[in-house]
């Protein structure tokens, strides 16, 4: 099998994951924002990982708080934590990614990370030009529901990118979903934190770096 379009997932594929910790702390900054100094720390983290349009409803209830103007706020104080950990050298690009300057395939990003986060990445490491598109999440309550495994922002990609055969590279379960639901192939990359990871979903590729792709993709 050959591929004309390679799609990758950002954040453990690309550049290296944000630490739980920054993102629990962005999430509490957020309460704070909102003069919640105290929040129970089951709601701080479902605010920080994993929240869907109806816990984040579930939890703005429970403090009096607008849903949509929490979750902007959320997104913003997120993405200003991770442009931190990118400008201190904390967040970085993996050494492999050069590897895909000659793989002659057409290239895009998909990522349930913030645009603004996706976008940032690409200018300060000025790599933009390597890939066709970019998508990540919007930062609206509604776009939840548009995160991996959902396909929605893989299909606006190959949309964007012509594709006739392509793949999706990820790191997480919901990357290997989310290629199928798009109906098209996927590769499990093992970065250090994937290394032993038991897989509860069948990729079509397992792999170890991405310059794996030169033989899948020109095989």
């Known amino acids: 099998m050959t591929y004309d379009t390679v799609v990758f997932d950002n ?13 629990q702390e962005a999430a509490e900054a957020t309460f704070e924002q909102f003069d919640v100094t105290d929040p129970d720390p089951e709601d701080v983290e479902q605010m920080t990982i994993g929240a869907t349009p109806e816990t984040v409803s579930d939890v703005c209830e429970e403090y009096d708080i607008d849903p949509d103007e929490f979750w902007r706020t959320r997104d913003r104080t997120t993405a200003e934590a991770q442009y931190e950990e990118v400008r201190a050298g904390r967040k970085t690009l ?8 000659d793989l002659d395939v057409s290239m895009g990003i998909v990522s349930s990370n913030q645009q603004a986060t996706v976008d940032f990445v690409l200018d300060h490491f ?7 598109t970019a998508y990540g999440r919007a930062p609206t309550v509604e776009s939840l529901r548009h995160r991996k495994p959902n396909s929605h922002y893989i299909d606006l990609a190959l949309a964007d990118l012509d594709a006739d055969s392509a793949l999706f590279v990820g790191d997480n379960e919901s990357d290997v979903r989310a290629a199928e639901n798009a109906g098209i192939d996927s590769a499990f990359i093992r970065r250090p934190h ?3 990871w038991d897989l509860n979903v069948w990729p079509t590729w397992d792999i170890d770096c991405l310059d794996d792709l030169h033989d899948i993709c020109e095989g």
Do not use: K, N
Not at 12 to 23: E, I
Not at 94 to 101: F, R
Not at 126 to 132: C, K, L, P, Q
């Open 126 to 132: 000025d790599v933009r030009d390597m890939f066709g």
């Open 94 to 101: 993996y050494d492999d990614l050069d590897t895909l300057d």
């Open 11 to 23: 954040d453990g594929v690309l550049v290296g994951r944000t630490r739980y910790d920054v993102l």
């Open 194 to 196: 994937r290394r032993s």
